[in-house]
């Protein structure tokens, strides 16, 4: 069956009938196959503006549609708790398994390519950059509340740190200078 005319998935479904029961792990293989070519026949329209001469005039690009799970499951007219049970069902393990690397491998292709946003498809596919802070030796971060009167006693102890490292005044500049090394 050739793809749905429409590009709003939620209009289109897999010409399965109603609510699809796939029999055979290949019969859920087409259905995905249909999905996977709706999705590359039908790309997203972004309006863009574009001056020419003074003439303003708006045309519209097609955009990298990313698939999904839950567009397929809407392309499947099947629940995502549905495609779940697929994946466990003895023979169709396999074809679940290969649609989802599909996906997988279409989104992060088209977020590499700049196709689409990378920030999202990076986060959707766990690869989001994330840093953990720890404390000394991986210890948890230990946090305390700091009242004005620990404000102030650090300030006081920095200050008379910092006295104490200043010159005397009973040292002469020529003194100074052959502490610190210089000439």
Not at 50 to 63: A, C, D, I
Not at 156 to 167: C, F, G, I, Y
């Amino acid at each position: 069956m050739a793809a749905p005319e429409t590009s709003s998935l939620w209009r289109t479904r897999s010409s399965r009938g109603p609510g699809p029961i796939f029999a055979s792990a290949d019969e859920l293989w087409d259905a995905c196959a249909e999905y996977f070519t709706w999705v590359e026949a039908n790309p997203l329209q972004e309006a863009k503006a574009f001056s020419y001469q003074g003439v303003v005039t708006v045309e519209m690009l097609p955009r990298m549609r990313a698939m999904t799970i839950g567009g397929l499951c809407l392309f499947l007219d099947i629940s995502p708790t549905t495609w779940g049970e697929y994946r466990k069902r003895d023979g169709f393990g396999e074809v679940t398994a290969r649609v989802d690397d599909i996906i997988r491998a279409q989104k992060f292709e088209g977020a590499a390519a700049g196709l689409l946003n990378a920030n999202i498809i990076a986060r959707e596919l766990g690869l989001a950059d994330r840093q953990e802070h720890t404390g000394k030796d991986g210890e948890a971060i230990e946090l305390r509340n700091v009242t004005n009167r620990d404000r102030a006693r650090a300030a006081l102890h920095v200050l008379a740190r910092a006295k104490s490292e200043q010159v005397k005044p009973e040292q002469t500049r020529s003194e100074q200078s052959s502490e610190e090394g210089g000439s």
